[in-house]
């Protein structure tokens, strides 16, 4: 497929603890490949990938994904408001990682009010669940992403399971919020481009419907 030209931007941010596996994610992702042992991010590092949500409409994502660490923290904030979707990923085996989940999510919307993120809840390293390895259950992560007003999806950045998937849902997320009318695009801001002016209304709106319903709160989706 011919990605030269695209209609649309979308900037993504990776969000959660360190060590949860938001490079693997992305690695696995944008390169379809998985290493056991991958550096930590030093700040924010950056990916880009390109997907097409319905014949003809192509949509080019940028991703920042961040580090966990608190001491990059304020580099993190930084990108925050150009951002229109995210992913908060947790580490199923990791306890604390889980119920800091709701800090990161409080921290994003209230520097980005009245901005509206999109975002899903992702557990990531499924794979250790059949090794008896989940410190949380999927009945808790359903419990906390149905609080924040969002999508869960649990996946594996060892296997790919989900991975492709849950990348998918959340652009499709964003591109159906443009066709609704709900996510406007707006000058200086970042988290959208457009190639062409003749492409911010989409002709076709028959995209492909989710099972997940999701809910507002606050300043997210």
């Given at each position: 497929m011919?990605?030269?030209f695209?209609?649309?931007q979308f900037?993504f941010?990776?969000?959660?603890d360190s060590?949860?596996?938001?490079?693997?994610?992305?690695k696995?992702?944008?390169?379809?490949?998985?290493?056991?042992s991958v550096?930590?991010?030093v700040?924010?590092?950056?990916?880009v990938?390109f997907l097409?949500?319905e014949?003809?409409v192509r949509v080019?994502?940028q991703?920042?994904d961040?580090a966990?660490?608190?001491r990059?923290?304020?580099?993190t904030?930084?990108?925050?408001h150009?951002s229109v979707?995210?992913?908060?990923v947790?580490?199923?085996?990791n306890?604390?990682?889980?119920?800091?989940v709701?800090e990161?999510?409080?921290?994003v919307?209230?520097?980005?009010e009245?901005?509206?993120?999109?975002?899903?809840?992702?557990?990531q390293?499924s794979d250790l669940?059949?090794?008896?390895g989940r410190a949380?259950?999927q009945?808790e992560?359903e419990?906390?992403a149905?609080?924040?007003?969002?999508s869960?999806m649990e996946?594996?950045?060892?296997?790919?399971?989900?991975?492709?998937?849950?990348f998918e849902l959340?652009t499709?997320?964003v591109?159906?919020?443009i066709?609704?009318?709900d996510?406007?695009l707006?000058e200086?801001?970042d988290?959208?481009?457009?190639?062409?002016?003749?492409?911010?209304?989409?002709?076709?709106t028959?995209l492909t419907?989710?099972?997940?319903k999701t809910?507002t709160?606050?300043c997210?989706?």
């Open positions: 011919d990605f030269t695209w209609q649309y900037r941010i990776m969000l959660g060590t949860v596996g938001k490079s693997s994610l992305m696995r992702f944008t390169e379809d490949v998985f290493m056991e550096n930590q991010t700040g924010v590092d950056f990916y990938h097409e949500v014949p003809g080019k994502l991703f920042w961040t966990g660490q608190e990059f923290r304020s580099v904030r930084s990108y925050y150009n979707g995210g992913l908060l947790f580490d199923m085996s306890r604390d990682s889980f119920d800091h709701k990161w999510y409080d921290e919307c209230d520097r980005v009245p901005q509206r993120i999109q975002f899903i809840l992702v557990g390293k669940d059949a090794q008896g949380v259950t009945e992560a419990k906390l149905e609080k924040l007003g969002v869960y996946v594996s950045a060892k296997t790919g399971h989900n991975v492709k998937e849950v959340l499709q997320r591109y159906q919020g066709v609704s009318g996510i406007v707006r200086g801001w988290g959208i481009k457009c190639a062409a002016p003749q492409t911010l209304k989409p002709q076709n028959s419907k989710t099972s997940t809910k709160k606050k997210c989706n």
